[in-house]
């Protein structure tokens, strides 16, 4: 069984920044790509950024130049620091794993930016 431990979100003016992060544990073999995505109320799940196992990185346009994604192998840790945050910005963040065998979740965490 894998788990996934996100955590860091929350309430921040606009222009502020956030660190979320998420933690892998358990039974997970050969880590490729991690990543984050948001969802927004009646909105479909977009990916925000992800990263490789050897660090090539992609972002969604919207969050280019504003937010960095990393990772820890060692620790099977990924991060995502968000800058200059937006009130569209606004989402619940989840983690997203991906190993050889499966795609796991994270439970999500609110990213609330008020303007």
């Known amino acids: 069984q894998v788990q996934l431990v996100e955590s860091g979100g929350g309430l921040v003016q606009a222009g502020g920044s956030l660190r979320v992060s998420c933690a892998a544990s358990?039974?997970?073999?050969?880590?490729?790509?991690m990543g984050w995505y948001r969802q927004t109320p009646g909105k479909q799940r977009e990916l925000v950024a992800a990263?490789?196992?050897?660090?090539?990185?992609n972002y969604i346009d919207s969050v280019k130049g504003r937010f960095t994604i990393s990772r820890d192998n060692a620790k099977n840790t990924v991060y995502l620091q968000m800058n200059s945050l937006k009130p569209e910005d606004t989402a619940v963040y989840y983690c997203?794993?991906?190993?050889?065998?499966?795609?796991?979740w994270g439970q999500g965490t609110q990213v609330t930016v008020s303007s």
């Open positions: 997203n794993v991906r190993d050889s065998f499966n795609t796991y």
């Open positions: 358990g039974r997970i073999f050969s880590i490729s790509v």
């Open positions: 990263i490789t196992s050897v660090g090539s990185k």
